[in-house]
């Protein structure tokens, strides 16, 4: 399995390259009971112990000093139950493994993020998400979880098994346990209709309680300094399967959103002032274009340009109103922004510390270039987010604590009381849980 995260001279870094940690011990364990006698020698040793997926994360929630466990040996499918319809999974698998060994077998996900490098367990940990007006995220697709406990012994749960774990488990910020294998809900393969087009920024804020009502997907990504936007719409389709064609995917794909975009972005970090008419440009460059693939085809591509992101969920109905403050903020400000900013949308789901926990949700992302001072944008938004009620991605780039939480997520006491049963010496702990849930 190829990682992202690098571990040279024993020093872990993320892919976003903000995150280094330097781990007692690494172990790369190839079975259930090897993992469970390294997370009871780490407890004997004194050390701390954390699950690693590939580091997708940018924020340090994967960050250890103590044992750094590994996924690389945990991969591959347990088990397909065509009755239940359901798929389980070793944690360490990569989802794009996953996606392809269930194309194979005529079967698919119901919906995906933007990327599948990640393992599903790292995902899953941290609410991984696309953009859906009834189906959520990947979390919200799982139908049971099996995890080593502090003490080395396995929990299973599921709706019906161990339910109070099943609820907090799926996302579950490595906090609870080392998840050793996920079930998750699968449908027969189905084609989806991708519709890509621009469309000014007025026009979709005027129209957005009607574009996601009409679509099973949509998403929209606003070019800052300008007031141009580029909408996707994806829908299920009869068909007939129509892909990008290989030219034209490499066109679009490659050249223009990772090629060109990369040498832009190379521009407006040695130029700053460049930016707004780069930001033009790039916003003009993406055409309209309409293909029918199956999903992961259509829901994922590739992002090779590296950045920093921060992202929140807000109430949906917050969506408009923050995001006009976001572009005034930005106006005001000063600040040159080179990358996108990212709208999606989930249901309200059932999971203890989604972002979508019990809130029909619209997710807002910032980005950054790799190498280009982020903190003062991400603060400017951080504060509007935050006065809209929003919970930031677990993975990304955020500054609130536990305090703020107990505020944010009505089961936040739930949450801490089964990791209290489950980890009461905080075998699992790190820095960033230490922020979060408390110590
Ligand atoms: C280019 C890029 C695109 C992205 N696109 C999206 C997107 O579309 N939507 C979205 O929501 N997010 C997105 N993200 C964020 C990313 O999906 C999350 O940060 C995700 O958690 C990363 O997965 P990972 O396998 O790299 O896990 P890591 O970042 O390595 O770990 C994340 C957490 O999972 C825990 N963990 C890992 N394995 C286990 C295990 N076996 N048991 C218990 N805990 C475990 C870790 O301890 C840690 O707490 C993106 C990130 C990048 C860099």
């Known amino acids: 399995m190829s990682t992202t995260a690098s571990a040279k001279n024993g020093t872990w870094r993320n892919w976003g390259g ?26 004997e040793d004194g050390l701390k112990v954390k699950a690693v997926g590939t580091g997708h994360s940018f924020t340090s929630i994967a960050a250890t000093d103590g044992v750094l466990i590994r996924p690389q040996l945990l991969t591959g499918i347990r088990n397909i139950d065509r009755k239940a319809m359901t798929v389980t999974v070793e944690a360490g698998t990569p989802l794009k493994r996953l996606n392809a060994a269930l194309a194979r077998e005529g079967l698919s996900l119901t919906n995906m993020g933007d990327i599948m490098e990640q393992t599903v ?57 080392i998840v050793t294998a996920i079930t998750f809900a699968v449908e027969p393969l189905f084609l989806l209709t991708a519709r890509e087009e621009p469309m000014p ?41 129509q892909p990008v064609g290989q030219l034209a ?12 975009f990369q040498v832009a972005q190379w521009a407006g970090r040695a130029v700053p002032a460049t930016i707004p008419a780069i930001a033009r440009v790039s916003s003009k460059a993406l055409s309209a274009r309409t293909y029918t693939d199956i999903p992961y085809k259509v829901f994922t591509s590739p992002r ?22 976001l572009k005034a903020m930005v106006e005001r400000s000063g600040l040159r922004i080179s990358f ?7 249901p309200a789901d059932d999971i203890t510390l ?86």
């Open 18 to 43: 903000n995150v280094a940690a330097r781990p007692a011990r690494q172990v790369t364990p190839a079975s259930i009971e090897e993992l469970a006698a390294a997370v009871r020698r780490a407890a």
């Open 121 to 177: 367990s790292g995902a899953t940990s941290t609410g991984t998400h696309g953009t859906g007006r009834e189906s959520g995220s990947i979390a919200a697709q799982i139908k049971a979880l099996e995890l080593v406990t502090a003490d080395g012994s396995v929990l299973a749960c599921s709706e019906k098994e161990n339910p109070e774990v099943f609820a907090a488990a799926r996302t579950g910020l490595g906090a609870l346990g």
């Open 201 to 241: 920024f007025e026009r979709v804020l005027a129209e957005f309680d009607q574009l996601w009502a009409e679509n099973e997907h949509f998403e929209f990504y606003w070019f800052p300094h300008t007031g141009s936007t580029n909408t996707k719409r994806n829908n299920r389709s009869a068909g007939p399967e």
């Open 249 to 260: 995917g490499w066109f679009e794909d490659e050249f223009l959103s990772n090629g060109v």
């Open 304 to 325: 090779r340009v590296r950045f920093v992101e921060m992202e929140y969920a807000v109430p949906r109905a917050a969506l408009v109103e923050t995001l006009r403050e």
């Open 340 to 346: 996108p900013v990212e709208v999606r949308t989930a």
């Open 354 to 439: 989604s972002t979508a926990s019990g809130r029909d949700s619209a997710y807002i992302a910032v980005h950054m270039f790799r190498g280009t001072p982020y903190q003062a944008y991400f603060t400017a938004a951080e504060r509007i987010f935050t006065a809209h009620e929003g919970r930031p991605h677990w993975g990304k780039v955020h500054t609130r604590g536990a305090e703020y939480f107990a505020e944010a997520y009505p089961r936040f006491g739930e949450f801490t009381a089964l990791r209290d049963r489950l980890d009461p010496e905080r075998l699992f702990q790190n820095d960033y849980l230490r922020r979060v849930l408390g110590a």
